[in-house]
C-alpha cells in the first residue's frame, strides 16, 4: 500500500495511542482537581487495539506509543503491548508514563516487546513535585528509571518548562546525563481549555534554554528515522542527551509525523484539533481492514498545515489527559 501522505507532502508512519484518558495524578497543567470522569463509554477493547494496530501497520505505520491519561491505570496494559508488538509491520513500541509503577512493570514491559519509555518528572525536587504532581513520589519514581536503565529500555524523561523551574535545577537534570544514558527533554508549557490561567502564569519560552545549552558546549544532532519534534543535543563527556520541544517555534509542525487515537478511539489529526473522528465503528469483527485504511487516508487529507497556537487557539482540547500529549 502506498505510504499516507497529507496533502502538504508529510508522511505518516507514527501513532500515539491513548489508552485510558484517567491518571492518578493531579498536576497543575492538566488535572489540578483530579480526573473527573465524563460518559460511559469504555476504553478501546484489547481486540479493537489489535485490529487499529493490524490497520495502521498496513498503512506504514511501524512505531506506536502507548499513552494515556496514564496508560498504567490498565490492568490489561501489558497484553496490550504484547499485541501491538507483534503486529506485523510494527517495529517500535514505546510507553509515556507517570512512572508510578514503573518499577514493578518495567521487567513485564519489556518482555512484552516495549524498546523504551518517557517519563514524566518535572521537578527533582521532592517539594517542588509534589506540588506539581499532587503526589508526595519522587523517589518511587525515579527508582522506576533506575529500573528501566538497568534493563536496557531506551528512558527518557520529560520535563515541562515553568517560571518557576530554576537555573539550578535545570543544571541538576543536564547532569543526569553525564552518567546515565537518558534524554531529558524540556517541554514548553503549552494551553489548553482548562489551564488558562495557569499557563498565562507560568509560559516559559525555550529560547533561553537554547542559548544556555549552547553556552555549555551542547551540539544539535542530525534527525533519525522516526524522531518526534524534539531537537536533539549531545556533549562531549556525557553518556546521555537533551531535548527541547517547542511548539511555539517557526516551522515546528512540517516534520510532523504522526497521529493520535484516543483510548475510545476517535482519530485526531492534531493535538490541538477542532474535532475527533471515530473509528471504533470501523474496529469491530465484521468490519473490514480495508474500510478502515481508506476512512483514515481520507481524513488526513484534511489535516491542517499546523496548529493555531500563536493565535490562541487550542481546539477542543479540554486537557492533556484526554489524549495523551
Not at 523551574?165 to 489548553?192: A, N, Q
Request: hydrophobic content about 40%; overall charge positive.
Amino acid at each position: 500500500m502506498r505510504p499516507l501522505v497529507d496533502s502538504f507532502g508529510r508522511e505518516f508512519h507514527y501513532l500515539r495511542l491513548s489508552l485510558e484518558d484517567s491518571c492518578n495524578l493531579r498536576c497543575l497543567y492538566c488535572l489540578p482537581e483530579g480526573f473527573q470522569k465524563a460518559g460511559k463509554e469504555p476504553p478501546l477493547t484489547l481486540p479493537e487495539i489489535r485490529r487499529l494496530a493490524a490497520g495502521l501497520a498496513g498503512m506504514g505505520f511501524w512505531k506506536v506509543r502507548l499513552t494515556g491519561g496514564e496508560p498504567a491505570m490498565r490492568r490489561d496494559l501489558l497484553e496490550i503491548a504484547a499485541a501491538v508488538s507483534a503486529t506485523p509491520g510494527v517495529r517500535k513500541v514505546l510507553l509515556s508514563t507517570n512512572g508510578l509503577r514503573l518499577r514493578e512493570l518495567a521487567a513485564g514491559l519489556k518482555a512484552a516487546g516495549v524498546r523504551g519509555v518517557n517519563v514524566s518528572v518535572d521537578s527533582l525536587d521532592p517539594e517542588r513535585f509534589a506540588r506539581i504532581t499532587g503526589q508526595d513520589r519522587l523517589g518511587a519514581i525515579l527508582a522506576g528509571i533506575e529500573r528501566c536503565l538497568a534493563l536496557g529500555l531506551e528512558t527518557k524523561i520529560n520535563v515541562v518548562l515553568m517560571r518557576d523551574l530554576s537555573e539550578l535545577e535545570i543544571s541538576r537534570f543536564l547532569e543526569m546525563t553525564k552518567e546515565l544514558p537518558v534524554c531529558v527533554r524540556f517541554i514548553e508549557l503549552m494551553p489548553t481549555a482548562e489551564n488558562r490561567e495557569f499557563f498565562n502564569a507560568q509560559r516559559l519560552s525555550a529560547l533561553g534554554l537554547l542559548a544556555l545549552l549552547q553556552d555549555q558546549g551542547w551540539v544539535e544532532t542530525p534527525r533519525q528515522e522516526g524522531d518526534g519534534p524534539a531537537r536533539i543535543f549531545r556533549r562531549d563527556g556525557h553518556a546521555g542527551s537533551t531535548g527541547v520541544i517547542a511548539p511555539y517555534s517557526e516551522r515546528f509542525c512540517s516534520t510532523c509525523n504522526r497521529l493520535r487515537v484516543t483510548s475510545r478511539g476517535a482519530l485526531r489529526l492534531c493535538l490541538f484539533a477542532e474535532a475527533d473522528f471515530s473509528l471504533r465503528p470501523l474496529l469491530q469483527e465484521d468490519c473490514r481492514i480495508a474500510e478502515l485504511q481508506e476512512t483514515v487516508r481520507e481524513l488526513v487529507g484534511r489535516k491542517e498545515v499546523s496548529h493555531y497556537l500563536p493565535e490562541g487557539r487550542t481546539g477542543n482540547l479540554k486537557h492533556f489527559a484526554m489524549v495523551g500529549g
